[in-house]
Structures are given as C-alpha cells and as structure tokens.
C-alpha cells in the first residue's frame, strides 16, 4: 500500500460523500445555507481529515486528524437523523444510510485503534509508514459474517 487512497477507510469514506450529495438534493431549497451545507460539510470532511492525518510527519498529529473524522462521521449520522425527522429523508435512505455510516465507524474506529497501538514505542514517526502493517492486519482478519 502507497498511500491513504489505497485505504479501504478513506475509500468507504468517499463513498459516504457520495451518497451524502445524493440524499441532500432532495432538500428543499431553503436548507440550501442550512442543514444540506452542514451536512455535505461534515461528509467531506471525514476523508479530507483522513488524507490529511495520513500525510503527517507524527503520529500524534496524525490521529488527532482521525479522531476529526470521527467526530464529522457522527456528526452527518445525527444530521441525517435530523433530515428524517423533518421528512427530508425516507425510511429506506434512512436504513441504507446508517449502513454505510456504521461501516465507516466500524473502519475509522479500527483504523485508530492501529494507530494508538503502533504509535507508541515504535521506530517509524509517519502514520504512512505503517500503511503496509496495517494492510496486512485487515487482510488476515476473518470475514464478517
């Protein structure tokens, strides 16, 4: 692996701004300035803070960034929550929605726990230096039923 958009994180966290456009163009158009812009935000944030930490020199530096994503991930889930609340939102987008969201949870969550782990006591000091590691970590991990 050479770089964070080799990730499997940063791609499924891409893939939540995709989807996260596509849901808000069903807005009205009086939360243009509002709950759409917030929530198309906090989406691209999450691999924009993601690529960021993974381009840093420290590892301090780097999960901090990461733990940035994460609280942008649970920000668009509350927002989202929100958009159904207010019927912008159907119960099928709702449910295909929260999937992809815990998805990202699930992959940024395991991503930082790597991190936290190999950050301390180890020789290499950028995040990018273990993406080979951590590659081979995911990769011997049993399927999830």
């Known amino acids: 692996m050479e770089s964070y958009t080799d990730l499997e994180v940063w791609k499924q966290a891409k893939d939540l701004v995709r989807q996260i456009y596509e849901l808000s163009k069903g807005f009205p158009k009086e939360e243009q300035f509002g709950l759409t812009n ?8 999450i691999p924009s803070n993601i690529a960021e930490g993974c381009g840093r020199n420290h590892f301090k ?14 920000e668009v889930e509350t927002q989202v929550l929100i958009a159904y609340d207010l019927k912008y939102v159907s119960a099928g987008d709702l449910d295909h929605s929260m999937v992809r969201i815990k998805s990202c949870k699930r992959l940024l969550s395991g991503f930082i726990n790597y991190f936290q782990k190999r950050s301390t006591g180890h020789s290499a000091t950028a995040v990018n230096e273990q993406f080979v ?7 011997s991990l049993p399927p999830k039923n």
């Open 133 to 139: 590691d951590y590659n081979a970590d995911i990769e």
């Open 61 to 74: 530096d780097s999960i901090q960034l990461f733990y940035i994503a994460r609280g942008s991930l649970y």
């Open 38 to 45: 917030q929530l198309t935000r906090a989406a691209v944030s």
